[in-house]
């Protein structure tokens, strides 16, 4: 079995016929079956004027309505529990897992018997693609309770035939963590590209060791985007392969993963999944071509309980169509940042992630916290953008315009627009423990 | 589904006979399996003179030593990892779980996909005779982590088709964990008999709502004997059928339930371990009857990863054997004590457990705190048995000759022996967060 080349060789290497030909078959069904079962669907669809009799094509997806989170999150709470896009009967569903709820009331998700072993199977593909096998042993500090990274990711990898250790790091403790790491000798690292920080101190703190002599060989990095900065140092630190992977608590848990061979995440969930790449300014349906950069949108083939339709997930993704080495026919992708913080300058896609990136490697000459100046309602500007920097006690302010020039090429060199920079002293900008605001709307104050 | 009176009726239901040469079949099996792969049971087989050969009968089990969790302690610290009785390839071990590990070093327990399995009908063996349906909700505020309340608990209940909310009250806090009841309206409380305490605290203070409002319908509580007065407490507070559940992590985690018919737990792992009664002094086999009281102990048979022989689990019980109008035909039992605690005094069995009951039932006028005084070595003592008891500050000390008297005749008529009552004043002895020592050994001071 640890020889094979893919999970599911069928639908990890299918032609584009037939992927198309499954998915219109399975969205016709999902279709009726949420318009007979979801109150929510059923008038959202009826608002739109469509009915399941006039999906005839696959391009009739585009007939029916964008869902997004605030809807869904809005049902829940006017129907209680999993809300009015419920599609299965509450006995038949086995498992209640959610979002992290982080910024207000979470949103829950339900999985029918059907469901969990549909998940279970696109947590191997996407495993397998990402390097793990069978015989890996992973230990697993996410938290459990409704995070699909707790028991979801668990009875995924069991299913695979991985070895599973839970120990949430908030119930085991960082001591007991460390132990599990000596005695059973995991191989596989499960954490978000960040966290892995947090783990890296606590190995040398503890064990007195480096992370790279405890015995992992692959990194399982979900939850973020992996730079490949972080890949390298996190590659080095550990002495592992580093490999990220995407999903979604609201969508699917396990979506994509990076093969090794080519730039990107493999998109591994087809027969449960239809992607389509939209323009998150116009709404207007996007060719998933190469190159092509636009917000990914999600629609559940297959799924029971709660099912999504045409689900904004806001995710901004450049995609990858050339034939990839490994064989797998899934497109691929890089999460590129979210459309809700996406601007336009001057037709250009702006994120603060990216401006962040660049700023923070002006670090310590700047602080890293700035703000992008919008003088009115995006997302497009067509005049040039300013953005206030802060910058450190340890700068001279006669120093100022030449570091704002040489701040503005990198910019201008890495996200191919020239903004305006305006220097405010450190300490200007309010810190956040949780989600920065990046943008000071003029037009709001 | 729900009509149905058993899980599984055929092993439910199964008559002696028919289990005696299920039991010798597996059991042979099994005997052959760990002498073959484990260093630990070869090694002991050996020592104690018997081969798998020699298991003829079911009689011959007897002629196997006994194993203890030190020496699967010590085995684990020997080999690393599972330990000198795995007895399964790693790469076929898909979940590694743990007993709690309190005191001292957690013993580490690992399954195959064969034993999640089996664990998994066990839990709904014991779950249906308990009382739980396929249509219940079952929200889960064990600790995650290695302890099988979490993971492999939430695994069984999943397999039965109940809607599991994992909810780790460490991870989840208080309030989401009330947002969850208040949302989702779960039907299974499940709780230690203890810890139903703090969850009715909790619902008064954060819902201003009394437990009995919640909508509970039934108490799966397991960890820990319930009593009586705690049944019928808990059962009126939250307004549920209360049932008391049995299972081991280092044997199997699902193992008797009640059916509320009969008093006592119904065994349910029939096929999965053959039980055994002992006297804890003499380890002479006793008969499974009725009325009888002895040391239980457990042989796996159809284990893979980490089986266990003829294992002394230490807890004592009180065994029922009349027939139960439930129709199934596995004994019930009651646990009444810890056979590591238990004493004789002339002939009679005494636990601290029960010597407590008495004098916490004197609180205010004791604290609650004693210990029992031992001039030798246990377990037997042919002499009168000297407690000392905390009297507390609001005692006049001219009466507690008075008192002696009614506190001695309280534990003649309960436990069947009478003690000196020697007095000290409240305060004298440590308190501690773990497991109290309730001897003072005069032997070892």
């Not at 279709?31 to 999906?55: H, L, T, W």
């Not at 500090?141 to 995070?147: D, E, K, Q, R, S």
Request: charged residues 30%; contains cysteine.
């Amino acid at each position: 079995m640890g020889d094979r080349k893919y999970w599911d060789e069928r639908m990890e290497t299918i032609g584009s016929e037939d992927l198309k030909a499954l998915e219109l078959e399975e969205l016709r069904k999902q279709v009726k079956y949420v318009y007979e079962r979801s109150p929510f669907y059923k008038e959202k669809f009826k608002k739109a004027g469509v009915s399941p009799e006039d999906i005839k094509s696959l391009e009739d997806l585009r007939r029916l309505p964008y869902t997004t989170k605030d809807e869904l999150r809005e049902t829940q709470e006017k129907y209680g529990g999993l809300g009015g896009h419920q599609c299965a009967e509450t006995r038949d569903i086995i498992r209640i897992q959610g979002t992290s709820g982080t910024t207000g009331r979470p949103l829950f998700i339900g999985l029918t018997r059907n469901d969990v072993n549909l998940w279970n199977e696109l947590f191997a593909r996407h495993a397998w693609t990402g390097g793990l096998r069978p015989d890996d042993i992973l230990i697993n500090p996410a938290n459990f309770t409704l995070f699909v990274g707790g028991l979801t990711e668990c009875s995924g990898a069991e299913h695979m035939g991985i070895t599973v250790i839970p120990a949430p790091f908030v119930s085991t403790g960082t001591e007991k963590f460390m132990m599990l790491i000596t005695t059973f000798k995991p191989t596989v690292l499960f954490s978000t590209p960040s966290a892995t920080v947090f783990l890296e101190d606590a190995a040398r703190k503890i064990l007195k060791m480096e992370p790279s002599e405890l015995g992992f060989k692959k990194g399982f990095l979900a939850g973020e985007a992996l730079s490949e900065e972080e890949r390298t140092r996190i590659e080095k630190t550990w002495n592992i392969t580093a490999r990220n992977f995407y999903g979604l608590a609201d969508v699917a848990a396990d979506i994509a993963a990076e093969c090794g061979e080519s730039p990107g995440l493999h998109f591994c969930a087809q027969g449960a999944l239809i992607p389509e790449l939209i323009d998150p300014d116009t709404l207007e349906p996007m060719v998933i071509e190469d190159g092509a950069e636009g917000e990914i949108v999600f629609t559940t083939i297959n799924r029971e309980a709660t099912p999504v339709i045409r689900y904004r997930v806001r995710d901004m993704v450049r995609v990858y169509t050339k034939p990839c080495p490994c064989g797998r026919t899934g497109f691929r992708f890089h999460v590129i940042g979210r459309s809700d913080d996406m601007i336009k300058v001057k037709g250009v896609n702006v994120f603060p992630s990216a401006v962040k990136g660049v700023i923070q490697s002006f670090v310590p000459k700047t602080t890293g916290e700035f703000r992008i100046v919008l003088p009115h309602p995006g997302p497009s500007f067509g005049e040039n953008l300013t953005i206030k920097v802060e910058y450190s006690k340890e700068v001279n302010t006669e120093d100022l315009e030449d570091l704002a020039t040489e701040l503005k090429t990198a910019i201008k060199q890495q996200l191919v627009f020239t903004p305006i920079i305006e220097w405010v002293p450190e300490g200007t900008f309010e810190r956040s423990q949780y989600k920065v605001e990046y943008f000071e709307k003029l037009y709001e104050s």
